[in-house]
């Protein structure tokens, strides 16, 4: 028995590491200096001890506690965003900060590379924590490799403003400490739903997690195309290096980072707010469109949205069916109001989203603010949605 509970800890917590090691010697970049790679990512475990640490004492102190059925809703996030969030992202950006003193970071993507592999090292010991405390149940190894790609994924995003900082050669910069703030607001949501609520919502997870691989996957494919071909210039949405558009079937393919970062200024165009405007109202009615099919097909195939209850994971089938139905109205609005517009650009799609979403948002937090919590975590979900749904609706001619 104890060999098993000693697997049981020491198998998911190697995952992590195998993953960082498998990147080091096989880097796009091609200039990760292995030892500076190793030493970050054990300053990372170090920095998860030293963190879960002083969470425990913190809690012995006061009394408080992530899960919101110990402690209720309002003391469990004000727990989580005024110290265990922030204070993990803290000690990661401490076990970054060689790396960045070093020449191996001169970029963006290097600044992603490091943050990645701290995070790395971080989850490795908070997992083997997280499994020995709990010696049993499964629903806490589903929480312990939840928690994995999060760490790793939040993380990059100040690891990639830590990287634009060092570029500018240590010039003061409002970016890495605006980005640390949205990684570590975003991060603290989404332990929330994992560790702070009941089973159930361990299953609306899964859309976030689908996202950020695509995401992961999107900066992957740039990593590597700027490592075998460096810097590429930027083309206008829908079209190839001549300036010609493309077609609807060559647009399919995804992205750059870069290109969608571009694809949001304004070009010398003025912004046309009146799309802005009937965005927000497409978007909207394509929500409660898509929010009534769910019901409707619920109600056809005889789906009880009653029974529906976070801390029984069994029932929540009925919730995953209208959040499909929500987050379907996303892609399609942007696309609608692409075509419709023939703007070249996706501000105004996305704007229109975000003037949807604020909306919705505002409307949760007077009927129904413990839905607030979801409704922020998935925000970024659906305005991806919406500009995915934006550049594949961009006219080709």
Known sequence: MPLLQTVRWFVPAVVPAALAARFVLRSPLRRVSPPLAVVTFVLGAVAAGVSAYLTSLATRWTGLDLRASSVGEGPALLFLFCLVAPLGEISKVVATWPAFLSDDLQEPYDGVVFAGLAASGFASVQTALILTAHPAGNVWIARALLSMPANVFFASVWGYALGRAKQARRR??????????????????????????????????????????????????????????????????????????????????????????????????????????????????????????????????????????????????????????????????????????????????????????????????????????????????????????????????
């Open 172 to 397: 003061p910069t409002s970016v890495f400490p605006l980005s640390w703030v949205v990684a570590t607001a975003s991060h603290g949501l989404y332990a929330h739903i994992v560790f702070g609520r009941g089973p159930g919502a361990i299953v609306g997870v899964v859309p976030l997690v689908l996202a950020m691989g695509a995401v992961a996957w999107v900066g992957w494919r740039d990593l590597r195309s700027r490592g075998e071909h460096g810097s590429r210039e930027w083309n206008a949405p829908g079209a190839d290096e001549h300036g010609n558009r493309r077609s609807f079937l060559a647009r399919a393919e995804p992205p750059s980072l870069h290109a969608v970062r571009d694809a949001l200024r304004l070009h010398n165009q003025p912004i046309m707010l009146r799309w802005i405007v009937l965005g927000a109202l497409v978007t909207v009615g394509a929500m409660v469109a898509g929010l009534a099919s769910s019901i409707a097909f619920g109600h056809w195939v005889h789906v009880d949205f009653s029974v529906v209850d976070e801390h029984d994971a069994a029932t929540t089938a009925p919730l995953a069916l209208l959040g499909i139905g929500l987050l379907s109205a996303f892609p399609i609005s942007g696309f609608l109001v692409a075509r419709a517009s023939n703007v070249r650009t996706l501000l105004e799609p996305a704007l229109g989203a975000a003037l949807a979403i604020l909306a919705v948002c505002t409307v949760l937090g007077l009927v129904a603010p413990v839905a607030l919590v979801f409704a922020f975590a998935f925000s970024p979900i659906a305005f991806g949605l919406s500009c995915a749904g934006a550049w594949a609706g961009l006219p080709t001619a």
